[in-house]
C-alpha cells in the first residue's frame, strides 16, 4: 500500500522559508514522478512543482519560479520542497504525489495517482 507522508508545514513570516519533506513507502520510490500541488478552501488543487524519477528533469509553476526548488533523494524514499522568499498568496494546505511519469500534463493533479494527508503553511504579511 502507497503511503505519502508531508511534514514540514508551519507559520512563517514573509520573507521566510520552509522546507517540506514527503516520505513514500509501499512502492518503488525511483520508479516514480513525484509532484507537489497546493490548495485553499474552495479553490482548485494547483500545480506547484514536479520531479522526474531520476530527479534530473524539474519543472515548476510560474508563480513560484526561482523561489522554491524541488529535489528527491531516492535512497531515503523522499522528496522535498525548498521555499524561499514566501509571500502571504504561498498560503495552501500543500500536498506531495506520485506519478508513473513525468509526461506532458505534470501540472494537471489528474496525472498523479497517490497523495499525502497535506500540510498547513501559513505564510504571515
Known amino acids: 500500500q502507497v503511503q505519502l507522508v508531508e511534514s514540514g508545514g508551519g507559520l512563517v513570516q514573509a520573507g521566510g522559508s520552509l522546507r517540506l519533506s514527503c516520505a513514500a513507502s509501499?512502492?518503488?520510490?525511483?520508479?516514480?514522478?513525484m509532484g507537489w500541488f497546493r490548495q485553499n478552501p474552495g479553490k482548485e488543487r494547483e500545480f506547484v512543482a514536479a520531479?522526474?524519477?531520476?530527479?534530473?528533469?524539474?519543472r515548476y509553476a510560474d508563480s513560484v519560479k526561482g523561489r522554491f526548488t524541488i529535489s528527491r533523494d531516492n535512497a531515503k524514499n523522499t522528496v522535498y520542497l525548498q521555499m524561499n522568499s514566501l509571500k502571504p498568496e504561498d498560503t495552501a494546505v500543500y500536498y506531495c504525489s506520485s506519478a508513473r511519469a513525468l509526461g506532458t500534463w505534470y501540472h494537471r493533479h489528474q496525472s498523479y495517482d497517490y497523495w499525502g494527508q497535506g500540510t498547513q503553511v501559513t505564510v504571515s504579511s
Open positions: 509501499g512502492v518503488t520510490f525511483s520508479s516514480y514522478a
Open positions: 520531479i522526474s524519477r531520476s530527479g534530473g528533469i524539474t
